[in-house]
């Protein structure tokens, strides 16, 4: 069965620091993934997904079909990044294009 | 509208009471999705639709769980007989088509509490 894993419930960085967001999956087909994002006060909305290979507010994403991740990055955090992630998997065929999301990781970005 | 609207935003039941959300997506959208959000987990998939035909309702947890969408357009999630375990928030999704091509967009959902 199809599954999502991020580890860390709780993330908190310094600005300008690093980030890194893990993200693992379990999928027996081709895995089409996605990074989505909710702020404090606002819906979920999509940040990035691994097809489109771009990067949005710094985001970027790469998709290891090897080691089966699909980590989040950003080279220099900013306060504003501070908010919930959730990885999500999309299965194809006639599965109509539902995701499976995983348990979602607080990020805090400390002034 | 300018996104999904759902409603009420917030929803507090006895247990054993009848309780409907409802999704109105944002027009023109054919692929509509119901996700139940437990606290502090992800959304899990409930159940699909394709204008009005449910094409997957693999997600909804018990027979107590009810959707529809008569009309291609607003949607309403039942839940009957409602217990504690139905809190949750309830989120709905729509796209313009279904796949991969076509991003979900969702509404800020419904807080329902099961008292």
């Known amino acids: 069965a199809q599954r999502v894993t991020q580890p860390e419930k709780l993330l908190s960085v310094f600005k300008g620091a690093p980030v890194e967001l893990k993200c693992n999956y379990s999928?027996?087909?081709?895995?089409?993934l996605f990074w989505y994002v909710q702020y404090s006060r606002q819906r979920l909305q999509l940040l990035l997904r691994?097809?489109s290979r771009e990067s949005i507010k710094g985001f970027t994403a790469d998709l290891n079909k090897g080691e089966t991740s699909f980590h989040l990055k950003k080279p220099f955090a900013q306060e504003e990044d501070s908010a919930m992630y959730y990885c999500?998997?999309?299965?194809?065929?006639?599965?109509?294009?539902?995701?499976?999301f995983g348990q979602g990781t607080i990020l805090t970005v400390h002034p | 509208g300018a996104g999904v609207s759902q409603s009420p935003r917030y929803k507090v039941a006895k247990r054993g009471q009848d309780v409907a959300l409802r999704c109105d997506p944002i027009?023109?959208?054919?692929?509509l999705f119901w996700y139940q959000q437990a606290l502090g987990q992800g959304p899990e998939f409930l159940t699909y639709?394709?204008?009005?035909?449910?094409?997957?309702k693999s997600g909804l947890p018990s027979d107590r769980f009810f959707a529809e969408r008569p009309e291609g357009s607003v949607s309403t999630l039942k839940i009957q007989r409602t217990q504690q375990e139905d809190s949750a928030v309830y989120l709905c999704?729509?796209?313009?088509?279904?796949?991969?091509?076509?991003?979900?967009?969702f509404g800020d959902g419904t807080r329902l509490s099961i008292l």
């Open positions: 639709f394709q204008n009005e035909a449910q094409l997957d």
């Open positions: 999928y027996s087909g081709s895995p089409e």
């Open positions: 999500a998997l999309f299965m194809g065929g006639t599965s109509y294009g539902k995701l499976t």
């Open positions: 999704a729509s796209s313009l088509a279904a796949g991969l091509g076509q991003p979900q967009h």
């Open positions: 691994h097809i």
């Open positions: 027009s023109g959208h054919v692929s």
